[in-house]
């Protein structure tokens, strides 16, 4: 499933082949929290700027519509009209950081929906069910995150127990995958890494999964507010002991910054809200750096968005007019400004790719990752 193409340093280039087609890595996946970007971007849209993989919520799809509904109407590749690899997380971070009350048990979590405080119960069997039922490519395993920084003991604990809750992910995909009326055959679970800022724990907790050789590993619980080079030193730590066979996912990172660092350090899959959140409230990314479109000083600019980009929004519009919609409150300027950003980081993957295939993302890390991250 996974082919390693070339590396330079410790990062990869590789492919990644699904039931609903092959993914070139490193990636950034489009989230579509509930089924749709929020921006006003439809499954066309995502074609059209380069998306090779959109990821949606466990959690939030099954609060609504619910999954029967999903998997009654032919899974999520059909409800949505997307026909390309998509990942479902497995609800364990909603679940942690929406719940204001939640009891949490080896069994799973008692908590309250977000939407209107009903009770929910959730724990690995309930995670695999909704995401079979809406026919992912890739499953995410349920986990407990924790806040860092955490007690190394408790650290400990919750890595024993996100260790069961994995085993108990994978026998229950594996009975529901034998059902008639599976929506997808060749779902797929990916695990995921836990421990905090503590090497030692996820060092251990990565050795204790690798053990189920699952088809991808993801590292979950970083980018939760410590410091970067926290994160990045955590990754640098835990690389050596992720299986160099299958993809590598660090979940909801980042900045364009964050993601060359990333791919530098041995990462294959990303995702993260912020560039479609940022886009709605004007902040864009461009080649020179971000912007934030409610400044004054571009009321009346003419020139696009970035002068260097061709997204479709670059290529007709100019930052005065996305910049009127924005303010106006138009869904219009929502749309343009998260269609720029995300196709921004589209392109962004493929340049990475392109270095990588050329032998020289080292000069390539150097030149942008510190532009990319100044504010104009």
């Not at 407990?144 to 229950?172: D, F, G, M």
């Not at 270095?355 to 080292?362: C, P, S, T, V």
Request: aromatic share 8%; glycine share 10%.
């Amino acid at each position: 499933m996974f082919e390693l193409k070339k590396t330079e340093g410790r990062a990869r280039r590789g492919v990644f082949r699904t039931a609903h087609g092959a993914v070139q890595t490193p990636v950034f996946m489009n989230v579509g929290t509930q089924a749709a970007i929020k921006g006003a971007l439809s499954a066309d849209d995502l074609k059209q700027i380069g998306c090779q993989v959109e990821l949606s919520n466990t959690y939030h799809l099954h609060v609504r519509p619910g999954e029967q509904v999903i998997h009654g109407l032919g899974g999520l590749h059909r409800f949505m009209g997307w026909d390309g690899p998509i990942l479902t997380d497995s609800g364990g971070f909603q679940v942690f950081s929406l719940a204001k009350l939640r009891k949490i048990t080896e069994e799973g979590v008692q908590f309250n929906a977000h939407t209107d405080g009903h009770r929910i119960f959730m724990g690995p069997e309930e995670s695999m069910c909704i995401q079979w039922s809406l026919g992912s490519d890739i499953a995410m395993a349920f986990d407990e995150c924790i806040e860092n920084p955490a007690p190394h003991s408790y650290v400990q604990q919750s890595c024993e127990r996100t260790t069961r809750w994995l085993s108990r992910c994978k026998a229950e995909l594996e009975r529901l995958k034998e059902r008639a009326d599976t929506v997808n055959p060749g779902q797929m679970l990916w695990g995921i890494n836990q421990g905090g800022t503590h090497p030692d724990l996820r060092i251990g907790h990565m050795r204790q999964i690798a053990e189920l050789d699952l088809p991808g590993y993801a590292i979950g619980g970083l980018a939760v507010g410590e410091p970067a080079e926290v994160m990045y030193d955590i990754i640098e730590q835990l690389e050596p002991h992720m299986p160099a066979d299958k993809p590598r996912y660090l979940m909801g990172v980042g900045t364009p910054s964050n993601i060359i660092e990333g791919v530098w350090r041995g990462v294959d899959f990303f995702d993260c809200v912020m560039p479609a959140r940022n886009a709605r409230h004007g902040h864009l990314f461009t080649s020179q750096g971000i912007i934030n479109l409610n400044n004054a000083k571009y009321i009346s600019d003419p020139s696009p968005i970035d002068p260097a980009c061709q997204c479709p929004v670059c290529q007709k519009y100019s930052r005065a007019y996305v910049r009127h919609l924005l303010r106006s409150g138009e869904m219009l300027g929502m749309r343009f400004a998260v269609m720029h950003n995300l196709y921004f980081y589209n392109r962004l993957m493929a340049d990475i790719r392109q270095a990588l295939d050329e032998g020289r993302f080292e000069s390539f890390r150097l030149e942008k990752s510190g532009i990319l991250a100044q504010r104009i």
